[in-house]
C-alpha cells in the first residue's frame, strides 16, 4: 500500500513544495493524532505540511468547482446562478478537504485491517514450515516474498534489518511498537519474548493462531448484530424515502407551477442523492466487516 493524497495527481513532495504559502501560517503542534497517523502511513510529511497542502488544495477546488457550476447553472437558465454556483462550489470542496484531512486515519485503518486479513493464513504458513524444520528467519523471508499484502511488507523491514545485524527479538518489539494492529503487536511480542526465552516457537505460534481464532468467533457475532440495524436504515432511505419523494414532487409539480427546468433538477438531484445513499451503505458495511476475516 502506497501512501497517496487521494484527489491529487502529484507526488507529496511537490504538493509541498508548492504549498509553502499555506504551511507557513499553521502553528506547529506536538501532540496530534495526526502525526502519528502520517509516521504510522510511513511516509514523510508532517502535521503542518499535510494541513498546508489540504488547504491549497481547497482554495483550488473552490475556484475550479465555480467555474464548472456557474457554467452549467446559466446553461439551464437558473435565476442567481452565482450565487447557486457558490454554494455548490463550497459543498463539494469541503467535501474533498474532509476526505483528505482524514486520509492518514483512513489510510493507517486499512493498513491494520489488510495486516489483521492475512495474519492467520501467515501464522499457519509459519506453523507448518517450523513443523518442517525452517529456521525462523528463513520462514520470515519466505513470509515477506509471498503474497500476504502489507504483512509480506511489514516482515521485509524485519529481515532487512536483521540481515544488517540487529538482533531478532528488538527487531520484532520495535516492529510491534510503531505497528497500529493490536493482533499484529500481539503476536511479534510473543515470537520476541519466544526468542528471548528460548522457547519452542511452534508452541507460542500454535497459542497465537487459537487466540485470534477465538477473537474471529466474536468478531462474526458481533458483525451479525451490527448489520440487522443497518439492513433496516439501507431500506428506509434508499427505499421508501425516494419513492414517497418521486410521487411527493409528481403531484406537487402538477399543482404548483415550477419551472420546466426546476422539476427534472429535482428529480435528478433526487437520483443523485439515493446514489451517494447507496454508495455510503456500501462503505459502511465495508467497514463494519470483521477485520480477521
Known amino acids: ?20 504559502l499555506f504551511i507557513s501560517k499553521i502553528r506547529p503542534k506536538k501532540k496530534s493524532k495526526l502525526n502519528i497517523y ?31 457550476s456557474t457554467t452549467i447553472l446559466f446553461m439551464f437558465n437558473i435565476k442567481k446562478f452565482f450565487l447557486f454556483g457558490i454554494l455548490i462550489a463550497f459543498i463539494f470542496s469541503g467535501f ?22 492475512n495474519l492467520l493464513p501467515a501464522l499457519e504458513d509459519i506453523l507448518v514450515q517450523l513443523n518442517s524444520g525452517i529456521t525462523l528467519f528463513n520462514i520470515m523471508a519466505n513470509i515477506s516474498s509471498s503474497d500476504y499484502g502489507v504483512l509480506s511488507d511489514e516482515f521485509k523491514i524485519a529481515v532487512r534489518r536483521i540481515n544488517s ?17 493490536l493482533f ?5 511480542w ?9 522457547s519452542d516457537m511452534a508452541v507460542v505460534i500454535k497459542d497465537s493462531i487459537k487466540t485470534l481464532n477465538e477473537e474471529q468467533l466474536i468478531q462474526i457475532q458481533d458483525y451479525g448484530s451490527k448489520l440487522n440495524p443497518l439492513i433496516v436504515m439501507y431500506m428506509l432511505i434508499t427505499v421508501i424515502i425516494p419513492t414517497l419523494s418521486v410521487a ?31 454508495i455510503m451503505f456500501l ?10 476475516l
Request: aromatic share 12%; net charge positive.
Open 38 to 68: 502520517l509516521k504510522n502511513a510511513d511516509n514523510n510529511l508532517t502535521r503542518e505540511e499535510y494541513i498546508g497542502i489540504c488547504r491549497r488544495n481547497f482554495v483550488i477546488n473552490i475556484i475550479f468547482l465555480y467555474l464548472i
Open 248 to 278: 411527493f414532487l409528481t403531484i406537487i409539480s402538477s399543482m404548483v407551477n415550477i419551472s420546466k427546468t426546476m422539476t427534472p433538477l429535482l428529480f435528478i438531484t433526487l437520483f443523485l442523492f439515493v446514489i451517494l445513499a447507496q
Open 184 to 188: 499484529f503487536r500481539r503476536t511479534l
Open 165 to 181: 545485524g540487529e538482533p531478532d527479538s528488538i527487531v520484532l518489539d520495535e516492529l510491534g511498537e510503531k505497528n497500529s494492529s
Open 96 to 117: 474533498l478537504f474532509f476526505s483528505q484531512i482524514n486520509y492518514p486515519r483512513i489510510y493507517v485503518s486499512r493498513k491494520q485491517k489488510n495486516i489483521e486479513k
Open 1 to 20: 500500500m502506497k501512501f497517496r493524497i487521494p484527489f491529487t495527481f502529484t507526488q507529496a513532495y511537490k504538493l509541498k513544495k508548492r504549498s509553502k
Open 283 to 292: 462503505g459502511l458495511i465495508k467497514s463494519k466487516r470483521p477485520s480477521l
Open 190 to 198: 510473543q515470537m520476541s519474548n519466544g526468542i528471548v526465552a528460548g
